[in-house]
């Protein structure tokens, strides 16, 4: 198998424990090992001239007998390329800014056809492709050296972490809980501005295996509900709390409309990562889980999570995509 590493702008080679309320109960789902392939970048140089009569075709070509570009069209590349550099200052400003060691790798444009997901073997329930149900994963299959960072329920509402995001152009997905962003929802319309996707994680939290299917319904319809009312748009993610789920917790959710329950392979908190897989390592395509958390239950901040969840990420090559745009 051969590693492709990404670089960054200076050129250098550059878990599952949740925690809610209180403490996350450990799951019973068995992992395998994602794919370490990346795929490389070419670019190509544009050259520029004089008029077609001073200079010589080579050898075997004939002469050129249309017109040398116009003005417009290099003062159009010109453009582009001053663009391009004034993009890349903010970014490694802006990495500066926020107390980065490297600057974040841009990642690829997501792919035309999206890929077909699939429930992770182990993590199936009864009849789960005879009813339809909602596939559950925990890595987009992609060949890419690309993670995709999740953050759930919404506790912390850290205008620094909106910032922060903000100017490091970093793309992550929300999922969120009623009963705890109910007195701000005004902070998620913020990150909904940005770009972020608000997905749904039910009313208040709970286990949903100990409920009965009525009352899993009414969590996550529910909260379909409320980002609809509050935010304009029906999710079609859907994340279980402490990542628990039975067969009844699927059909609810598809009843709700909802298409996905992605899971996570690795878990970032503010002092340390946790893993699912046995080589305690990221993989290509790797769905990443952290908190809207503080220093209430953190020793430190969410942009304090972040500069870890950037370090680790950036140091072995992998750039942050945004997981709606590959479902």
Same mark, same amino acid.
């Given at each position: 198998?051969?590693?492709?590493?990404?670089?960054? %702008?200076?050129?250098?080679?550059?878990?599952?424990?949740?925690?809610?309320?209180?403490? *996350?109960?450990?799951? !019973?789902?068995?992992?395998?090992?994602?794919?370490?392939?990346?795929?490389?970048?070419?670019?190509?140089?544009?050259?520029?001239?004089?008029?077609?009569?001073?200079?010589?075709?080579?050898?075997?070509?004939?002469?050129?007998? &249309? !017109?040398?570009?116009?003005?417009?069209?290099? !003062?159009?590349?010109?453009?582009?390329?001053?663009?391009?550099?004034?993009?890349?200052?903010?970014?490694?400003? !802006?990495?500066?800014?926020?107390?980065?060691?490297?600057?974040?790798?841009?990642?690829?444009?997501?792919?035309?056809?999206?890929?077909?997901?699939?429930?992770?073997?182990?993590?199936?329930?009864?009849?789960?492709?005879?009813?339809?149900?909602?596939?559950?994963?925990?890595?987009?299959?992609?060949?890419?050296?690309?993670?995709?960072?999740?953050?759930?329920?919404?506790?912390?509402?850290?205008?620094?972490?909106? *910032?922060?995001?903000?100017?490091?152009?970093?793309?992550? &997905?929300?999922?969120?809980?009623?009963? $705890?962003?109910?007195?701000?929802?005004?902070?998620?319309?913020?990150?909904?501005?940005?770009?972020?996707?608000?997905?749904?994680?039910?009313?208040?939290?709970?286990? $949903?295996?100990?409920?009965?299917?009525?009352?899993?319904?009414?969590?996550?319809?529910?909260?379909?509900?409320?980002?609809?009312?509050?935010?304009? *748009?029906?999710?079609?993610?859907?994340?279980?709390?402490?990542?628990?789920?039975?067969?009844?917790?699927?059909?609810?959710?598809?009843?709700?409309?909802?298409?996905?329950?992605?899971?996570?392979? %690795?878990?970032?908190?503010?002092?340390?990562?946790?893993?699912?897989?046995?080589?305690?390592?990221?993989?290509?395509?790797?769905?990443?889980? &952290?908190?809207?958390?503080?220093?209430?239950?953190?020793?430190?901040?969410?942009?304090?999570?972040?500069? *870890?969840?950037?370090?680790?990420?950036?140091?072995?090559?992998?750039?942050?995509?945004?997981?709606?745009?590959?479902?």
């Amino acid at each position: 198998m051969r590693v492709v590493v990404q670089n960054d %702008e200076n050129g250098a080679a550059v878990g599952w424990r949740g925690r809610g309320p209180g403490r *996350r109960p450990r799951g !019973a789902v068995r992992g395998g090992l994602g794919l370490l392939v990346a795929a490389a970048l070419a670019s190509g140089c544009v050259q520029g001239g004089g008029s077609d009569a001073d200079v010589r075709p080579a050898l075997g070509q004939q002469q050129s007998s &249309s !017109a040398p570009p116009a003005a417009g069209a290099h !003062a159009e590349l010109l453009g582009a390329g001053t663009a391009e550099k004034a993009a890349k200052a903010a970014r490694v400003a !802006a990495a500066k800014r926020w107390g980065l060691d490297r600057v974040p790798l841009v990642a690829p444009a997501p792919p035309a056809k999206k890929p077909r997901i699939t429930t992770r073997d182990g993590f199936e329930v009864d009849d789960h492709e005879e009813l339809g149900l909602p596939p559950v994963f925990t890595t987009i299959p992609t060949k890419k050296k690309i993670v995709f960072l999740t953050i759930d329920d919404g506790a912390e509402k850290d205008p620094a972490f909106l *910032r922060m995001m903000r100017d490091l152009k970093i793309p992550y &997905s929300a999922f969120l809980s009623n009963y $705890l962003v109910k007195d701000d929802y005004g902070y998620f319309r913020k990150m909904q501005d940005t770009g972020v996707v608000l997905n749904n994680h039910t009313l208040h939290h709970p286990y $949903l295996p100990g409920l009965s299917y009525a009352e899993q319904k009414r969590e996550i319809c529910g909260m379909q509900d409320v980002i609809e009312k509050r935010y304009g *748009r029906r999710p079609t993610l859907f994340r279980p709390p402490y990542g628990n789920y039975n067969q009844d917790t699927l059909r609810a959710a598809k009843a709700c409309g909802i298409k996905y329950a992605p899971l996570w392979d %690795e878990e970032v908190f503010v002092d340390h990562w946790e893993y699912r897989e046995w080589d305690q390592d990221l993989h290509p395509g790797d769905i990443v889980l &952290s908190h809207f958390r503080g220093r209430d239950d953190w020793k430190g901040t969410m942009p304090d999570m972040i500069r *870890r969840f950037l370090k680790k990420v950036t140091d072995k090559g992998y750039a942050v995509a945004r997981l709606e745009d590959y479902l």
